[in-house]
Nanobody, 127 residues
């Protein structure tokens, strides 16, 4: 099982920026889908952004143009650069990974079937 550890969360004012990181203990295979999800209190977990091992990215409409997902395979690390943050972005942010061919071909924020999840990092945006 792959361990995922998120970092980079914190408190910021609206309009500010944060960069989240997710370091994987290993990449189980060279074919995968990884993503960022978030869950606000009282709300369902929602997909934010995904990226597969070919570098293809997908974003939720609510973050397009503001968030950027990227990866550094040499460091086994996934990133989420968040700009122009809004109070509605306040949530616990989770990193997820799935090292399967099906995940690679169906890698989008609506996917829920990920094999590995991190513990989360809190992001709070004040107005």
């Amino acid at each position: 099982q792959v361990q995922l550890v998120e970092s980079g969360g914190g408190s910021v004012q609206a309009g500010g920026s944060l960069r989240l990181s997710c370091t994987a203990s290993t990449y189980a295979t060279s074919i995968y889908c990884m993503g960022w999800f978030r869950q606000a209190p009282g709300k369902e977990r929602e997909g934010v952004a995904t990226i597969n091992s070919r570098g293809m990215t997908n974003y939720a409409d609510s973050v397009k143009g503001r968030f950027t997902i990227s990866q550094d395979n040499d460091k086994n690390t996934l990133y989420l650069q968040m700009n122009s943050l809004k109070p509605d972005d306040t949530a616990m942010y989770y990193c997820a990974a799935d090292f399967s061919t099906s995940a690679f071909w169906n890698c989008w924020p609506g996917r829920r079937d990920f094999g590995d999840w991190g513990q989360g990092t809190q992001v709070t945006v004040s107005s």
